[in-house]
């Protein structure tokens, strides 16, 4: 996810002696044994661990902030090749950009990997959550879960979805608009629409649950120093209130016969109905619902930002996505909300966000950690080692797309699913909210398109890496009508 991404890749400097806290100590006797695992294990990957303690954190954050971001992991990969080790944050770890081994790395979970998480990310989402889960609990909690996020249930959706685009980008006009929180504004709400419906004084309890929410996701991302003042410290006593917050929710619903709802909290108060297991706990139920929300805001919100900026920058992509959106208007009574089959023809769009998540998704990494030695094609990973999967590396990999820094959405013309493009992950962890993203991107696309003429940079704007993906500014832009 973004969050741990982030965390471990675009920390300031601030950041890197914290993690140096958590993690130092693993990683220093791991450098300790580096002399003796050589020897131990003579087929270990090849790289560098660069200097004591900070490793090659330097070089990679001079990169992240250069103009040449991807230059680290280039350098390496025509170094070592594809699966190299280096040192970063305090940890040495192991990164993959190689289909195949991710594959690998991502397919097999236990025995031989399991997912780790930084502690204020674990604090976040809570020990109940499917990130934190293994066996046969993920299992179960990930079926309930994927059950409200499948396109049978989606499929409902689409009218709701494309009302709170719309509502969010009639807004838009003659205003100088920032992207970045305007995205974040929606992604929020559709994700709330799809996980809890807060009943009673809904608009009100949204309003004090979103900014407690905020504060959650702040912490999510700070140092994990629990001390009075800290950003972890108040996403503690924030993540209790929402926590409240949510409890109350559940307990009006378990004692009104009121209406019916079909969120995700809905399904996780049926849970033993629907699978004849243990009803859900309390915690349970809050720990899913709070780092599903957090899982799928953040992610979205970038992803919708880096579309607009995207199809800004080309106006070919932005005239052949009017001719596909207003070939399905033609199509259908005015006013009229858009439909699942609406939905499904929007096939540029598709190759589009592709495109989009291709060159900018905001998941930099995913992170494993060896739980036995491992062997793969002839190399040797030791015991309870981190292994990260490189997605922005393996998307820009030229030998699989060329010219990759290059926005073109025609590569994905005819193009078949592989493991060469995994912008969700791949395997028993596959992202669960990939269909509403999907949908809520294309939705806000259809409704940008077919609303507005064009848009413009308000200021110069530019991608950047450094301390976590988004646009240096947040995209100020200005809309022009039809
Ligand atoms: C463009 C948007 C998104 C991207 C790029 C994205 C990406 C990912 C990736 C790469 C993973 C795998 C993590 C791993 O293997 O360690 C993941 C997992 C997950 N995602 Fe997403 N995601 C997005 C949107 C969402 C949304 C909208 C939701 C929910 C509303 C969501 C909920 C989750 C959850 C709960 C998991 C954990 C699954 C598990 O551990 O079994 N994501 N996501
Ligand atoms: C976009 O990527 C997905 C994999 O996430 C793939 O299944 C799909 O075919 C691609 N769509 C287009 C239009 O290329």
């Given at each position: 996810m973004s969050q741990w991404g982030i965390l471990l890749e675009g920390g300031a400097i601030i950041f890197f002696v914290a993690v140096l806290f958590t993690y130092g100590a693993a990683g220093l006797k791991w450098l300790r044994l580096t002399p003796a695992l050589r020897k131990r294990y003579r087929k270990l990957p090849k790289g560098s661990l660069g200097?004591?303690?900070?490793?090659?954190t330097f070089a990679f954050q001079h990169c992240l902030m250069s103009?040449?971001?991807?230059s680290f992991v280039d350098e390496r990969r025509r170094r070592y090749g594809d699966l190299f080790l280096t040192h970063l944050f305090g940890t040495p770890l192991l990164a993959s950009t190689d289909p195949d081994m991710n594959k690998f790395i991502l397919t097999k979970e236990e025995p031989l990997f399991t997912s780790t998480l930084p502690k204020s990310i674990s604090m976040a989402v809570g020990e109940n959550a499917l990130l934190m889960l293994r066996g046969d609990r993920h299992k179960r909690m990930r079926r309930l879960v994927l059950s409200v996020f499948s396109p049978e249930v989606l499929k409902h959706k689409t009218g709701s979805i494309q009302a709170s685009a719309t509502s969010i980008l009639k807004t838009w006009k003659g205003r100088k608009v920032l992207v970045a929180d305007d995205a974040r504004e929606y992604t929020f709400y559709v994700a709330m629409n799809a996980i809890?419906?807060?009943?009673?004084?809904r608009d009100e309890r949204s309003e004090v649950f979103r900014n407690r929410f905020l504060q959650l996701r702040a912490g999510a991302r700070a140092l994990p120093i629990d001390l009075p003042g800290t950003a972890f410290r108040k996403a503690v006593q924030a993540r209790k209130h929402l926590k409240t917050m949510v409890e109350t929710v559940i307990d009006e619903r378990k004692r009104s016969s009121g209406p019916q709802y079909d969120d995700l909290l809905a399904k996780l108060l049926r849970a033993s109905e629907s699978d004849g297991g243990e009803p859900l706990k309390n915690e349970e139920i809050v720990d899913v619902v709070l780092s599903s929300l957090l899982a799928g805001f953040d992610t979205s919100a970038n992803t919708l930002l880096f579309l607009v900026y995207y199809i800004g920058q080309h106006p070919q992509v932005l005239h052949d996505l009017k001719v596909e959106h207003q070939e399905i208007l033609k199509d259908k009574p005015a006013d009229e909300p858009l439909s699942y089959s609406d939905y499904k023809r929007m096939k540029l769009t598709q190759s589009t966000i592709n495109e989009t998540l291709r060159l900018a998704?905001?998941?930099l990494s995913l992170h494993r950690r060896t739980l036995q030695d491992v062997e793969y094609n002839g190399r040797m990973v030791p015991a309870n080692c981190p292994v990260q999967v490189w997605l922005r590396s393996l998307h820009t990999d030229p030998d699989l797309y060329p010219q990759p820094y290059n926005f073109d959405v025609?590569?994905?013309?005819?193009k078949a699913s592989t493991n060469n493009f995994i912008p969700f992950g791949l395997g028993p962890r596959l992202c669960v909210g990939m269909d509403l993203a999907r949908m809520e991107l294309s939705i806000f696309v259809h409704c940008l398109v077919t609303m507005y003429r064009t848009w413009e940079l308000a200021e110069e704007d530019a991608p950047r890496f450094f301390p976590e993906p988004g646009m240096k500014k947040g995209l100020p832009i200005f809309v022009h009508d039809l």
């Open positions: 200097w004591p303690l900070v490793g090659e103009t040449t971001p991807h809890i419906d807060m009943g009673q004084d998704n905001p998941v025609d590569r994905w013309k005819g």
